[in-house]
């Protein structure tokens, strides 16, 4: 495994990322497709509707036969049968003619129109007037008049809506070629790690944050958890452990053991893994400096701090860009497009050198302009990040911003 332990700035990292491919294409149900984004353009197939159809009750007329109707002087048409929905017609409009047809029903040959019931009194048993003129194409669907043979429906990279189904539902089509949804394994490591549901807490113990949290985020990132493990500080479970997720996950995300120390393994379970690469040996920023970045094979190997700020801000900062780009998000749908702008209202100290990521909390002030307040405390510190909408961004080569400074936020949710 090539060794770069050159720790790498927050925009070094993101560069690295772009070598990271879409995962191929699979097949998916139309049942299962809502909320998936497609492998390729999608264009129509055959036009829909395929026949000319009704959408009003009425009469299918030649247009030329009630020009000029009125109240006052109603075209008179003699009426010869009724179509039958979900059924081809058995009879023909005939110049003079009205065929009574439903919604939807399809449109009998030489009728190019149809009025609707409202405009007609019956004379007779045979007879009706129409007391308004229609125009060719008037309530009539024409074929292919929604989609037509070769027409542009859906770029690659879109993500189908319940609507969009409906279209290839239209179209005949039963099943899609979709983005593979990445599957992470989630590996929480730590001799101090025990379950949730453990009560009392022995002394020394902390409970599993990061393996909630991180699956939290990661879902939202349209990922799907497969293994999610909790795992003591020893070298060959952690190896074990992910030596068996690589067969059948995307991504690995291990919480802990990312730092410099006598117990910290991260960097030694990559090298365990085959074909391993470590890319990115601690980034420049604050919090999160210990964070790593590796592939084995195919399989992206991220190690995130322990501390649960931490690992959730470069989980959001940096694990779920490389999701995305894994299910084929394009750049107008990456970090960029999940920012507002607000008004810092007090200063934010910074180190220069060190690009620090700062949790805020917004509030709404005078002029609709929302207000940024800086959220400070330990990265061990859970509820900072519950009290905090997202994060503002401060460069390295910047040494803090001043109240009154227009920022972006990066939004959590």
């Known amino acids: 495994m090539a060794q770069f332990l050159k720790v790498k700035t927050a925009d070094e990292v993101l560069a690295i990322l772009d070598c990271v491919k879409p995962l191929?294409?699979?097949p998916v149900s139309l049942a299962l497709a809502c909320g998936r984004r497609l492998a390729s353009d999608m264009a129509g197939t055959e036009p829909v509707p395929h026949f000319a159809r009704?959408?009003?009750d009425g009469y299918a007329v030649r247009a030329r036969?009630?020009?000029g109707a009125s109240e006052s002087l109603p075209a008179l048409l003699e009426t010869s049968g009724q179509v039958v929905i979900g059924e081809a017609p058995g009879v023909q409009?005939?110049?003079?003619k009205a065929v009574e047809v439903p919604t939807g029903g399809m449109l009998p040959e030489g009728a190019d129109a149809?009025?609707?019931?409202?405009y007609t009194?019956?004379?007779?048993?045979?007879?009706?007037?129409v007391t308004r003129p229609v125009a060719p194409g008037e309530n009539v669907l024409k074929a292919g008049e929604d989609i037509a043979p070769g027409a542009a429906?859906?770029?690659k990279g879109a993500m189908l809506r319940p609507q969009d189904v409906g279209v290839l539902a239209a179209l005949g089509i039963v099943e899609v070629e979709v983005t593979r949804v990445a599957r992470v394994a989630l590996i929480s490591t730590g001799d101090e790690i025990v379950p949730v549901r453990t009560r009392p807490l022995p002394p020394g113990k902390v409970r599993d944050i990061n393996s909630f949290s991180l699956?939290?985020?990661i879902e939202s990132a349209g990922a799907r958890i497969g293994m999610r493990e909790m795992v003591p500080d020893r070298l060959e479970d952690l190896v074990s452990v992910c030596s068996e997720a690589i067969s059948d996950h995307d991504v690995i995300v291990l919480s802990g053991g990312s730092s410099v120390g006598v117990r910290d393994y991260t960097t030694r379970v990559l090298s365990g893994l085959p074909e391993s690469e470590l890319l990115v040996h601690g980034v420049a920023i604050r919090p999160g400096k210990p964070t790593i970045f590796g592939r084995a094979g195919g399989v992206l190997f991220w190690g995130l701090p322990g501390q649960p700020v931490s690992a959730l801000i470069t989980c959001q900062a940096f694990v779920l860009p490389s999701l995305w780009k894994l299910q084929g998000m394009t750049e107008t749908e990456l970090p960029p497009a999940r920012t507002l702008s607000a008004i810092l209202n007090r200063q934010i100290p910074s180190v220069h050198g060190k690009t620090d990521y700062v949790p805020v909390f917004l509030s709404r002030r005078t002029g609709g302009v929302p207000e940024a307040s800086p959220i400070f405390g330990k990265s061990g510190a859970i509820s900072i990040l519950a009290r905090a909408d997202g994060y503002v961004v401060i460069p390295e080569h910047v040494e803090g911003l001043d109240p009154g400074t227009e920022v972006s936020v990066f939004l959590f949710s």
């Open 24 to 26: 191929p294409p699979e």
């Open 114 to 118: 149809v009025v609707m019931v409202e």
């Open 153 to 155: 429906l859906f770029r």
């Open 121 to 129: 009194s019956a004379l007779d048993n045979t007879t009706i007037e």
């Open 93 to 96: 409009a005939a110049p003079g």
């Open 215 to 217: 699956a939290a985020l």
């Open 54 to 56: 009704a959408t009003m």
């Open 65 to 67: 036969d009630t020009f």
